[in-house]
């Protein structure tokens, strides 16, 4: 056995000094301070470290199909009353949407930008008891209403009921709406007066639109617009020869937010200088899955945007004034992912950093220590 124990005793890599022959200098006290020092705060970093989390990237192709996705906006026209303000959407598969009006909200603002009004976007309630009949006459007491669509009815069994249902008839048949004065709907409903009253100001419009996750746009139409031919015309450009298409987005994100996220467009501005034209973005969406230390998972788009004013003097006289989002999707997605640096890694930087300091804290000790010597040697040479 104590056999055993001399040949591990010969393995010793670190064999011990007698107390007697050490020798302790004031220089070699102030390294192992400042090593000391220098250790306990790489120690606090690293730790530091170790508590937070690190972020992975990872790009990899988009293989996603057949979803939909949200577009969360919210844009402030100085110069546009609420009433001629309206939301449009396409996309490249076909599917149109006009005049959206659902999780829309609409504040109408002073030239100053203060709040006036603050409404989801809908229609005016009725101001007369006894609206117009299809056949000429006021609706009587037990009689079931039905308007008159002015013309624009596909069969004899239709109704017009409100100045909304009316102005789609005309859509419908391709008809700008240029007698609205005259219908009996839109007075009832005081549209007209809520024109004349919003005059001169302003609209801060926002809200969420879900779309499908294809190429297509969405804009802000300064007028009702219609489809007709593949263009958009304006059925109120009556009231107004000209748009002021000023706006500010205060934001606008594709999908939920997630930390880290920048949407390049937030805080923009831009100020109409001509007579009419169309302001448009033109954006590359970027699918993004972000999955935090818990593992929750957020499914949502980064975007790049470039832009671009076109004046509608120099352009086809059917282009209708308005701010238009074309957006079109990368066929890579990003994924972030949050992770914690593993305990082993910890560890094992831990020890290099004590170990490294004490290396470097010895050699240094060792310099200062020789160089010391030597110096002593030279001058008790020169004395004698």
């Not at 919210?74 to 659902?102: N, R, W, Y």
């Not at 609209?203 to 489809?227: P, T």
Request: glycine share 8%.
């Amino acid at each position: 056995m104590n056999t055993v124990f001399n040949k591990l005793r010969n393995l010793d890599s670190y064999p011990k000094v007698n107390e007697d022959f050490y020798s302790r200098t004031l220089s070699g006290g102030i390294i192992t301070l400042l090593s000391s020092l220098a250790i306990l705060l790489l120690v606090f970093s690293e730790f530091t470290l170790y508590i937070h989390t690190v972020t992975e990237t990872k790009l990899l192709v988009d293989t996603s199909r057949g979803e939909t996705f949200h577009i969360n906006f919210d844009v402030t026209f100085p110069a546009i009353p609420c009433t001629l303000l309206s939301v449009d959407t396409m996309d490249i598969s076909g599917e149109q949407h006009h005049d959206i009006k659902h999780d829309i909200i609409k504040k109408r603002i002073n030239a100053h930008g203060d709040v006036i009004e603050s409404r989801p976007d809908t229609i005016g309630a009725p101001k007369i008891e006894k609206p117009l009949q299809r056949h000429g006459g006021r609706l009587e007491k037990n009689e079931t209403y039905c308007g008159s669509c002015f013309g624009a009815e596909q069969s004899d069994d239709d109704c017009c009921n409100s100045c909304e249902e009316v102005r789609e008839a005309y859509r419908r048949k391709g008809w700008a709406m240029t007698n609205a004065d005259l219908i009996d709907q839109c007075k009832r409903e005081g549209f007209f007066e809520r024109i004349k009253e919003e005059d001169g100001e302003g609209c801060n419009i926002h809200g969420s639109l879900e779309v499908n996750r294809v190429a297509g746009n969405f804009h802000f139409a300064a007028g009702k617009s219609f489809h007709q031919s593949s263009f958009f015309f304006d059925d109120l450009i009556s009231f107004q020869d000209s748009y002021n298409i000023s706006h500010r987005i205060n934001r606008l994100a594709f999908g939920e937010y997630f930390p880290g996220a920048v949407n390049p467009l937030d805080g923009g501005q831009w100020t109409h200088k001509t007579s009419n034209g169309m302001y448009q973005y033109f954006i590359k969406v970027v699918p993004t899955i972000y999955t935090d230390i818990r593992g929750r998972t957020v499914n949502s788009n980064q975007y790049s945007v470039t832009e671009h004013f076109m004046d509608l003097e120099f352009i086809s006289p059917n282009a209708h004034p308005g701010v238009y989002f074309f957006y079109d999707f990368s066929p890579i997605k990003v994924t972030f992912r949050e992770e914690h640096i593993s305990f082993l890694h910890f560890i094992t930087n831990i020890c290099a950093v004590i170990g490294g300091i004490f290396t470097v804290a010895g050699i240094i000790d060792s310099f200062v220590y020789h160089g010391q010597r030597k110096i002593k040697k030279a001058e008790v040479g020169k004395f004698r």
